[in-house]
T-cell receptor, first 109, second 115 residues
Framework: GQNIDQPTEMTATEGAIVQINCTYQ??????LFWYQQHAGEAPTFLSY??LDGLEEKGRFSSFLSRSKGYSYLLLKELQMKDSASYLC??????????WGAGTKLIIKP | IAGITQAPTSQILAAGRRMTLRCTQD?????MYWYRQDLGLGLRLIHY???????GKGEVPDGYSVSRANTDDFPLTLASAVPSQTSVYFC??????????????FGPGTRLTVL
């Protein structure tokens, strides 16, 4: 079967750095996405990786290792507004997204 | 309209009733999707449409139907609602369903409760 694993919840301090991991086993791979979802709102796109390595976008970076079936999202200089759920999704061989259950990130002052 | 809209925002429905959730996008995206999101589970694909006139079944299609008569609209119908269909429903769209950086854009969601 297809499976995406992420930690259920993480806590970090304002101004710090946090890394959210995602491991996957899917039928085929055509890219990995990270989305942010604030409580009661829709998911919004953060990053896309299709080749191995690090993609940096401001305070957010995303890393992919296809051979290990592994990705992480790195958030730097955490702000209170970063409190949200972070969703990992893999596009499979049918070009459909398979979603993890999300990681709820709690930021403390 | 700017982006993707859904209606209604929320609904309480008696079991056995028929209900249509509406979704409209003005981005001229070819592909559209319906997901449900339940606590502790990832987004699960119900139905999708890669282009106007075509639809396909996702991971959890039973009890739901869709149509795609034009590019902009993608309604989701529950023919006879059951309590297990209580969920938050998200409609999404993307430029194409294929390769490349074609992220999905999401509507604000419909919170449906079936009693």
């Amino acid at each position: 079967g297809q499976n995406i694993d992420q930690p259920t919840e993480m806590t970090a301090t304002e101004g710090a750095i946090v890394q959210i991991n995602c491991t996957y086993q899917t039928s085929g791979f055509n890219g990995l996405f990270w989305y942010q979802q604030h409580a009661g709102e829709a998911p919004t796109f953060l990053s896309y990786n299709v080749l191995d390595g690090l993609e940096e976008k401001g305070r957010f970076s995303s890393f992919l290792s296809r051979s290990k079936g592994y990705s992480y999202l790195l958030l730097k200089e955490l702000q209170m507004k970063d409190s949200a759920s972070y969703l990992c999704a893999v596009r499979d061989s049918n070009y459909q997204l398979i979603w993890g259950a999300g990681t709820k990130l709690i930021i403390k002052p | 309209i700017a982006g993707i809209t859904q209606a209604p925002t929320s609904q309480i429905l008696a079991a056995g009733r028929r209900m249509t959730l509406r979704c409209t996008q003005d981005m001229r995206h070819n592909a559209m999707y319906w997901y449900r999101q339940d606590l502790g589970l990832g987004l699960r694909l119900i139905h999708y449409s890669n282009t106007a006139g075509t639809t396909g079944k996702g991971e959890v299609p039973d009890g739901y139907s869709v149509s795609r008569a034009n590019t902009d609209d993608f309604p989701l119908t529950l023919a006879s609602a059951v309590p297990s269909q209580t969920s938050v429903y998200f409609c999404a769209s993307s430029l194409t369903p294929g390769q490349g950086h074609n992220e999905q854009f999401f509507g604000p969601g419909t919170r449906l409760t079936v009693l």
